[in-house]
Nanobody, 114 residues
Protein backbone atom coordinates (compact mmCIF):
# COMPACT_ATOMS: atom_id res chain seq x y z
CA UNK A 1 0.00 0.00 0.00
CA UNK A 2 1.07 3.56 -0.76
CA UNK A 3 -0.55 6.71 0.57
CA UNK A 4 -0.18 9.97 -1.36
CA UNK A 5 -0.88 13.51 -0.18
CA UNK A 6 -0.71 16.45 -2.57
CA UNK A 7 -0.19 20.08 -1.58
CA UNK A 8 0.71 23.41 -3.12
CA UNK A 9 -2.38 24.21 -5.13
CA UNK A 10 -4.01 27.61 -5.09
CA UNK A 11 -5.06 30.63 -7.08
CA UNK A 12 -2.55 32.26 -9.40
CA UNK A 13 -2.72 34.77 -12.24
CA UNK A 14 -1.97 33.74 -15.80
CA UNK A 15 1.76 33.75 -16.40
CA UNK A 16 2.50 32.91 -12.80
CA UNK A 17 4.02 29.83 -11.19
CA UNK A 18 3.12 27.20 -8.63
CA UNK A 19 4.96 24.22 -7.22
CA UNK A 20 2.95 21.16 -6.32
CA UNK A 21 4.25 18.56 -3.90
CA UNK A 22 3.29 14.95 -3.37
CA UNK A 23 4.37 13.09 -0.25
CA UNK A 24 4.29 9.32 -0.39
CA UNK A 25 4.25 6.92 2.54
CA UNK A 26 4.06 3.16 2.87
CA UNK A 27 5.81 0.90 0.37
CA UNK A 28 7.67 3.80 -1.23
CA UNK A 29 10.74 1.79 -2.17
CA UNK A 30 8.60 -0.48 -4.37
CA UNK A 31 7.32 2.42 -6.52
CA UNK A 32 8.14 2.01 -10.21
CA UNK A 33 7.10 5.47 -11.29
CA UNK A 34 5.22 8.52 -10.07
CA UNK A 35 3.26 11.04 -12.01
CA UNK A 36 0.78 13.86 -12.15
CA UNK A 37 -2.64 13.92 -13.73
CA UNK A 38 -5.24 16.66 -13.82
CA UNK A 39 -8.97 16.93 -14.23
CA UNK A 40 -10.61 20.14 -15.33
CA UNK A 41 -14.29 20.81 -14.60
CA UNK A 42 -16.49 18.77 -16.92
CA UNK A 43 -13.54 16.97 -18.49
CA UNK A 44 -11.87 13.61 -18.15
CA UNK A 45 -8.72 13.15 -16.12
CA UNK A 46 -5.64 13.60 -18.28
CA UNK A 47 -2.03 12.66 -17.86
CA UNK A 48 0.43 15.53 -17.26
CA UNK A 49 3.88 14.16 -16.44
CA UNK A 50 5.72 11.08 -15.24
CA UNK A 51 9.05 10.31 -13.60
CA UNK A 52 10.44 6.80 -13.32
CA UNK A 53 12.45 5.31 -10.48
CA UNK A 54 15.49 5.82 -12.70
CA UNK A 55 14.75 9.51 -13.12
CA UNK A 56 13.47 9.51 -16.69
CA UNK A 57 10.73 12.04 -17.33
CA UNK A 58 8.05 12.62 -19.91
CA UNK A 59 5.40 15.29 -20.40
CA UNK A 60 2.12 15.87 -22.13
CA UNK A 61 2.51 18.15 -25.13
CA UNK A 62 0.23 20.73 -23.50
CA UNK A 63 2.70 21.32 -20.64
CA UNK A 64 6.05 20.53 -22.25
CA UNK A 65 8.50 23.38 -21.72
CA UNK A 66 6.40 24.91 -18.93
CA UNK A 67 6.12 22.15 -16.30
CA UNK A 68 8.94 20.19 -14.66
CA UNK A 69 8.51 17.01 -12.65
CA UNK A 70 11.18 16.07 -10.13
CA UNK A 71 11.76 13.65 -7.32
CA UNK A 72 14.10 14.20 -4.39
CA UNK A 73 13.92 10.73 -2.85
CA UNK A 74 11.64 7.73 -2.85
CA UNK A 75 8.97 9.67 -1.00
CA UNK A 76 8.49 13.09 -2.58
CA UNK A 77 7.66 14.19 -6.10
CA UNK A 78 7.13 17.73 -7.30
CA UNK A 79 5.57 19.53 -10.23
CA UNK A 80 6.98 22.98 -10.96
CA UNK A 81 4.47 24.81 -13.10
CA UNK A 82 5.55 27.99 -14.88
CA UNK A 83 3.85 30.25 -17.41
CA UNK A 84 0.48 29.05 -16.20
CA UNK A 85 -2.55 29.50 -18.42
CA UNK A 86 -6.25 29.59 -17.56
CA UNK A 87 -6.62 26.22 -19.30
CA UNK A 88 -4.29 24.72 -16.69
CA UNK A 89 -7.07 25.16 -14.14
CA UNK A 90 -7.85 21.72 -12.72
CA UNK A 91 -7.58 19.42 -9.77
CA UNK A 92 -4.09 17.93 -9.91
CA UNK A 93 -3.60 14.36 -8.75
CA UNK A 94 -0.41 12.56 -7.88
CA UNK A 95 -0.14 8.85 -8.62
CA UNK A 96 2.30 6.07 -7.89
CA UNK A 97 2.65 2.80 -9.75
CA UNK A 98 3.70 -0.47 -8.17
CA UNK A 99 2.94 -2.66 -11.12
CA UNK A 100 0.23 -3.66 -11.72
CA UNK A 101 -1.38 -1.40 -9.12
CA UNK A 102 -1.81 2.36 -9.26
CA UNK A 103 -2.34 4.52 -6.20
CA UNK A 104 -3.87 8.00 -6.18
CA UNK A 105 -3.89 11.00 -3.93
CA UNK A 106 -6.98 13.10 -3.30
CA UNK A 107 -5.82 16.00 -5.42
CA UNK A 108 -5.05 19.69 -5.04
CA UNK A 109 -6.91 22.44 -6.84
CA UNK A 110 -5.07 24.83 -9.13
CA UNK A 111 -6.97 27.85 -10.41
CA UNK A 112 -5.39 30.16 -12.98
CA UNK A 113 -7.15 33.48 -13.48
CA UNK A 114 -6.94 35.44 -16.73
Amino acid sequence: QVQLVESGGGLVQAGGSLRLSCAASGRVFSIDEMGWYRQAPGKQREWVAVITSGGSTNYADSVKGRFTISRDNAKNVYLQMNSLKPEDTAVYYCNAVISPLTYWGRGTLVTVSS
